[in-house]
C-alpha cells in the first residue's frame, strides 16, 4: 500500500473528498486525518510506477479544484 501526506493548511479537506470521488474509477483511495493539520492518503492496490504519476496528478487536480475557490 501508497501513501503520501497533505497539509490541510493548503488543501481543503472538501476539495481533496471531491478529488478522491473523482479519482475512485482509476484508484481507490482512503485517507485517515492526523492531529497536526495533516491528512494522510493511501491508494490501494497501486504499483509503484502507476502510485507516483496517479499522486502527481491526484495533486495537480486538488491545486485545480482549491484554485476554484480564489
Not at 475512485?24 to 494522510?40: D, Q
Request: contains cysteine.
Amino acid at each position: 500500500m501508497q501513501f503520501f501526506r497533505l497539509n490541510l493548511k493548503i488543501y481543503n479537506l472538501k476539495d481533496i473528498k471531491k478529488a478522491i470521488e473523482d479519482y475512485r474509477s482509476l484508484v481507490e483511495i482512503r485517507y485517515n486525518l492526523e492531529e497536526n493539520n495533516t491528512v494522510i492518503l493511501k491508494l490501494i492496490n497501486c504499483n509503484d510506477e502507476d502510485f507516483q504519476i496517479i499522486k502527481n496528478e491526484f495533486c495537480n487536480y486538488v491545486i485545480g479544484l482549491v484554485g476554484k475557490h480564489i
